[in-house]
């Protein structure tokens, strides 16, 4: 391989770069639009967050709401159709005898002692 070389050799040149008033003042104003640019990406990135963990855990709250909103249209279409609901119970239960002491009371009395 045979080169050549022709001109003058290679040499380095140093030169050093004073920025001036208007590039200090430039330098300044993008340093100020990268901070606010993170400012604002670093809100935005909270604010997605915040609004993702509100969105959470609301799939179990929506199938009971939607039980609920069944079961309601069916009683109205029970109740359209004039179908009743039948209760549940015994003799024994809390709501058997209500009414019986106050009778008994007033056939004791003669109904005259009333209290209040």
Request: net charge negative; proline share 3%.
């Given at each position: 391989?045979?080169?050549?070389?022709?001109?003058?050799?290679?040499?380095?040149?140093?030169?050093?770069?004073?920025?001036?008033?208007?590039?200090?003042?430039h330098m300044e104003r993008m340093e100020e639009e990268r901070l606010e640019k993170e400012a604002r990406d670093k809100e935005?990135?909270?604010?997605?967050k915040r609004v993702s963990e509100s969105w959470q855990d609301k799939k179990g709250e929506?199938?009971?709401?939607?039980?609920?909103?069944?079961?309601?249209?069916?009683?109205?279409?029970?109740?359209?159709?004039?179908e009743r609901k039948t209760l549940?119970?015994?003799?024994?239960?809390p709501h058997a005898h209500a009414?019986?002491?106050?009778a008994e009371a007033k056939k004791g009395d003669?109904?005259?002692n009333v209290s209040l």
């Open positions: 391989m045979q080169f050549s070389v022709v001109g003058l050799p290679h040499y380095t040149i140093w030169h050093l770069y004073e920025p001036s008033a208007d590039d200090l003042k935005e990135i909270e604010r997605e929506w199938e009971k709401d939607k039980k609920e909103i069944q079961n309601k249209a069916l009683e109205k279409s029970r109740r359209e159709r004039g549940g119970g015994s003799e024994q239960g009414g019986e002491e106050e003669g109904g005259s």
